[in-house]
Nanobody
């Protein structure tokens, strides 16, 4: 059984940075693509960023492009999200997710494995 555990959320003022990370355990970190999603209060969960197993391909939501960077370390079974120039609208619970295969996807229903989430709060 795959287990994903996020950490590194927190509170920051607008313009600041945070770098949540996610550790996978329970089985070998597979060749699956990984992604970050977020869910603000009262809103649907939305795709933030994704990365393939080789890190050859990455994908970003338009709202975070140029500010966020996703990375993964397969030797350590981790995936991280460097978030710079944070804005109040980035406030949300951030979730790590693992796909079933190598394809990079944007829809939450295509990810069977999820972490419990980490809260990110950006004040103006």
């Amino acid at each position: 059984q795959v287990q994903l555990v996020e950490s590194g959320g927190g509170w920051v003022q607008a313009g600041g940075s945070l770098s949540p990370s996610c550790v996978a355990s329970g089985r070998t970190f597979s060749t699956s693509s990984m992604a970050w999603f977020r869910q603000a209060r009262g809103k649907q969960r939305e795709f933030v960023s994704g990365v393939t197993w080789t890190s050859e391909s990455t994908d970003y939501a338009d709202s975070v492009k140029g500010r966020f960077t996703i990375s993964r370390d397969n030797a350590k079974n981790t995936v991280a999200l460097q978030m710079n120039n944070l804005k109040p609208e980035d406030t949300a619970v951030y979730f790590c997710a693992e796909a079933r295969d190598v394809i990079l996807r944007r829809h939450s229903y295509e990810y069977p494995y999820w972490g419990q989430g980490t809260q990110v709060t950006v004040s103006s």
